[in-house]
């Protein structure tokens, strides 16, 4: 007859929301002027000079608890947009880089077609090489014309 398992209890890390490092605050409670990472990147930002998170936004969890600290994984951290600057474009040449290392992961090793997508490394191939299943033509890339740029982006 197999043992019963013992039940283990995860150990619970709670710091009353007054001891708190930083400030935390409640979705759609946040002041003007903190934003997440996420929220920087689509407003075309960087966090440039902030040093680290100023506060923390709780998670939905810990909405329901007020009297302790946020504590989980998916809590996010708030940086100042005051102190974030403009994202930097890359370069020709940086571009052009890219732009190779995903010609390598495109591209077939045994027909030399590139596709959109990057293809599996445990095949080394497209599906079309490996087992003869049909390549959808819009899946393609088609070969830019001499004397242009060669960039995919």
Known sequence: MPRPRKKRRREVNRVPRS????????????????VTRRQLRDMGLSPGDNEGPVAILRC??????????????????????????????????QERALDQAMAVRQTCGECGRRFYICLSKKLGCCLECFDGTPVDPSSLMAHPASGTHRLAA
Not at 61 to 71: D, E, F, H, K, N
């Open 19 to 34: 001891d708190a490092l930083l400030p935390e605050f409640d979705r759609g409670a946040v002041p003007e002027g903190l």
């Open 60 to 93: 939905k969890l810990c909405a329901t608890r007020p009297q302790w600290s946020c504590t989980h994984p998916t809590r996010g951290f708030l940086l100042r947009i005051d102190l974030a600057k403009p994202k930097r474009i890359p370069t020709l040449a």
